[in-house]
């Protein structure tokens, strides 16, 4: 822990992720190449060249999901602010707090802004995000926690009058039973009474869904393809970019887009670090990442069994994407 003077004084960051904990995730791609359908851990798009491209990914025209959430926040942050009486907000997955500013200002002018809390696996986004926000909302005090979900939820700083954030679709990174088990890991240590506010994608016309994922300029397609050059430089192997190219369609059976690489050629890939080869024949296909859509009544379902009650459901004018605002129960 730490924290510093003057502006810094108000800042605290836990960085719990000291490291990339390289041993686990090398059995863990070596284990997930070898299925028969390969899968690369979509984690693996996001070094410095594949967050500048996912965050112009959120400015295309058919990437309307950053712009459908943003909108649902500018016209009902106020409300979900007098409903929670919320002080604190702590932001799971926080990236950047783009989106975050609104509920912030909406706290501010309501004179209940105590604390941010944002949690995220980027140390340099958590510092970059703190840093801005203590010089835009003086008095602010920021914890951030540098961690991973799958291990360090529960290092989050207790706190009181809060309202918890995962939006951004992040939860349409997991599948069902992946997203309940995230979903209790999250309300374990929340106290009765605190708040959560959910993002999901929802269920829609399924041209409208994969044109989200195959932008007319490409950007998309680079993002996927990026998760190699990611891969070669992390565990030493000699992925050919170029012999692989983008797909991306709607599952309808299971309600998600796949996203995933396609071999142009036959080719064999070495993975130094994983002492591992590869055999892929042209047409060969790797699972870079699946994003859920979902239907009210599964989020009704899934927010109950993980031990929360809805408060509102609010969507877009356009029905294509909804906030879940609920309270932790017993």
């Known amino acids: 822990m730490e924290a510093g003077s003057g502006l810094e004084a108000r800042i ?3 960085v719990l992720a000291t490291e990339r904990h390289l041993e686990r995730e090398r059995e863990e791609l070596r284990a997930l190449l070898t299925r028969s359908l390969p899968r690369i851990p979509s984690r693996y798009f996001y070094d410095a060249k594949g967050s500048r491209l996912f965050d112009e990914i959120t400015r295309l025209p058919e990437y309307y ?5 943003a909108a649902i926040l500018e016209r009902h942050a106020g409300r ?3 409903g929670t009486g919320a002080a604190e907000l702590v932001e799971l997955g926080s990236g950047s707090s783009t989106k975050t500013r609104i509920l912030l200002d909406a706290m501010a002018h309501a004179r209940r802004l105590r604390r941010y809390v ?3 696996v980027s140390e340099t986004a958590v510092r970059a995000a703190a840093r801005e926000l203590a010089e835009r909302y003086p008095g602010l005090t920021i914890h951030g926690v540098v961690g991973e979900f799958d291990r360090h939820l529960g290092h989050i700083p207790p706190g009181e009058r809060r309202l918890v954030l995962l939006i951004g679709s992040t939860i349409g990174n997991f599948d069902l039973p992946e997203a309940a088990a ?7 240590p929340m106290a009765t009474g605190d708040f959560f506010l959910l993002g999901v994608d ?9 044109a989200a994922y195959n932008d007319s300029q490409g950007v998309t397609a680079r993002f996927n393809l990026n998760i190699l050059r990611v891969v070669n430089a992390t565990f030493g192997a000699d992925f050919d970019v170029e012999g692989w190219t983008h797909r991306a369609f709607y ?8 996203m995933r690489l396609v071999a142009r050629h036959s080719q064999r890939v070495r993975l130094d670090d994983l002492d591992l080869e590869l055999e892929f024949a042209a047409g060969d296909e790797i699972l870079t990442e699946i994003s859920s859509k979902y239907r009210r009544s599964v989020v009704d379902d899934l927010l109950t069994e993980c031990g929360f009650a809805i408060q509102s459901w609010i969507t877009d ?3 294509l994407f909804a906030l879940a605002l609920a309270r932790r129960v017993d």
């Open 12 to 14: 605290t960051i836990d």
């Open 65 to 69: 999901l950053t712009r459908a959430e």
């Open 182 to 188: 995230l979903l209790k890991k999250i309300a374990r």
């Open 118 to 120: 944002p949690f995220d």
């Open 317 to 319: 004018e356009d029905g």
């Open 80 to 82: 979900i602010v007098e």
């Open 251 to 258: 599952n309808t059976e299971r309600d998600w887009i796949e």
């Open 202 to 210: 929802l269920v829609k016309d399924v041209h409208v869904l994969e």
